[in-house]
């Protein structure tokens, strides 16, 4: 991968200034650059969209033709698979109404035009609905009747609040264009609220009768509940944040936050209402804070001046350093991404105690890795395989974690001394 390559495309994609002068720059990368780049540019989720401003700016020759090929062809992918997905959609939306279901969608489709100008730009690999608790049981059991089955959470991975259910066995190795390919399984994951996540040992106080003010949404013919549009921005940046402390979070879901941003800039009127339903949560606050202004730092969003990171409190002076330190460079890291986080991760947790439990159980996981490969087939071969990806699986986890914890110690204490914390 090559670093330059990726803040130039970065670059390019500003939603608020010109971008002839960073396209023009994509042209001073050779070939060899961008084909070192491609995986990371699928990873990041920015390839279609990096295709749709060039060839809408009329510079389509800033690329590589084979590049230019290549990402057509990704598109060509794509477009199929959103045909296959729409059809899954509708179906399991009937479906959940039919059995009287309360429920509204989230992200996927629902961020079409406000987030996204055209769905099929955006990779989407998952079907994500907020249920209400009481009609869990029922949500269940459409997805079963349709096929799919409950996936068992893996330790220390998944959050407690949300099941998953996919529709086949993983383990399918795919790369390049196939990450576009309409034959990925899909999933789909059930939340019971906006933010799940007790392992990170951050609480939240979040608006209520989120369900109750949902709203319905068009795309395509499809009607659908979303919703409103505050809970949607707030679900959007908590969703940011917990893969911020998760040490990856796609570039592209900082893009998608940009270009709402830059769409709502003016609206006075749904700031307002916005800021309402953060502020009484100084936890909350900082948090949409800190993802509209990673937004900001890579993609250019307008920050709303009430949302910027202005120096109040300590924790928001910390926030900002961060940002302005570590913010691009974290962002572009490749997947499984920087525990550079942590330092982040650090000023949510007030109790010394907890946060030494956190961060023991963030550095060093000993718990049993994630199940990422089955057999796809009841034979000796189809079963070596999938063991032989499980350990390679395990092996990598393991010098993750462990370039993770000494990246993060090296850090630590000039961080330290940057924020006026002790160690």
């Known amino acids: 991968m090559n670093r330059n390559l990726a803040l130039a495309i970065v670059r390019s994609l500003s939603v608020t200034v010109s971008l002839a002068g960073h396209l023009e720059h994509l042209k001073t990368f050779s070939s060899r650059d961008w084909e070192s780049t491609l995986s990371w540019l699928d990873d990041s989720g920015l390839a279609l969209y990096l295709l749709d401003v060039v060839e809408r700016a009329g510079g389509a020759d800033e690329l590589p033709a084979r590049v230019r090929a290549a990402l057509r062809t990704?598109?060509?992918?794509?477009?199929?698979r959103l045909a296959h997905m729409k059809r899954e959609f509708d179906s399991l939306g009937r479906a959940f109404q039919r059995a009287g279901v309360d429920y509204a969608v989230l992200k996927g489709f629902s961020l079409v035009l406000a987030y996204v100008p055209d769905a099929c730009l955006r990779s989407q690999y998952d079907y994500d609905f907020l249920v209400d608790p009481r009609s869990l049981e029922t949500a269940k059991q459409v997805l079963t009747t349709a096929g799919l089955c409950e996936k068992s959470q893996s330790p220390g991975l998944d959050p407690q609040g949300v099941t998953s259910f996919v529709g086949e066995p993983l383990g399918c190795s795919f790369s390049g264009e196939e990450w576009y390919s309409w034959r990925i399984p899909r999933r789909v994951e059930l939340h019971l609220d906006l933010w799940e996540y007790d392992r990170d040992g951050i609480r939240l106080a979040l608006p209520e009768g989120v369900l109750q003010r949902k709203r319905s949404a068009s795309w395509e013919g499809l009607w659908f509940p979303v919703l409103a549009d505050e809970d949607a921005l707030l679900f959007q940046c908590l969703h940011a944040f917990h893969h911020i402390l998760d040490y990856w979070c796609r570039p592209s879901c900082f893009l998608e936050i940009a270009q709402f941003l830059a769409g709502r800039a003016l609206d006075r009127s749904f700031w307002h209402s916005f800021r309402s339903r953060v502020s009484r949560d100084p936890n909350l606050s900082d948090i949409t804070s800190l993802v509209f202004c990673l937004a900001s730092e890579l993609f250019g969003a307008p920050v709303p001046t009430e949302f910027d990171l202005g120096g109040a409190t300590h924790r928001s002076r910390a926030l900002d350093r961060w940002v302005r330190l570590y913010g691009i460079g974290w962002s572009l890291t490749r997947f499984p991404g920087s525990k550079l986080s942590l330092l982040l991760h650090r000023e949510f947790v007030e109790d010394p105690a907890l946060w030494r439990q956190v961060r023991r159980s963030r550095l060093l996981p000993f718990h049993r890795p994630a199940r990422v490969?089955?057999?796809?087939?009841?034979?000796?071969?189809?079963?070596w395989k999938a063991v032989w990806q499980q350990w390679r699986f395990a092996v990598a986890r393991f010098?993750?974690?462990?370039?993770?914890?000494t990246t993060y110690a090296w850090h630590l204490r000039g961080w330290n001394r940057r924020i006026g914390r002790g160690s």
Request: aromatic share 4%.
């Open 373 to 383: 490969a089955e057999p796809r087939q009841s034979n000796l071969s189809s079963n």
């Open 399 to 405: 010098r993750c974690h462990l370039l993770g914890l």
């Open 74 to 80: 990704r598109l060509d992918f794509n477009r199929q």
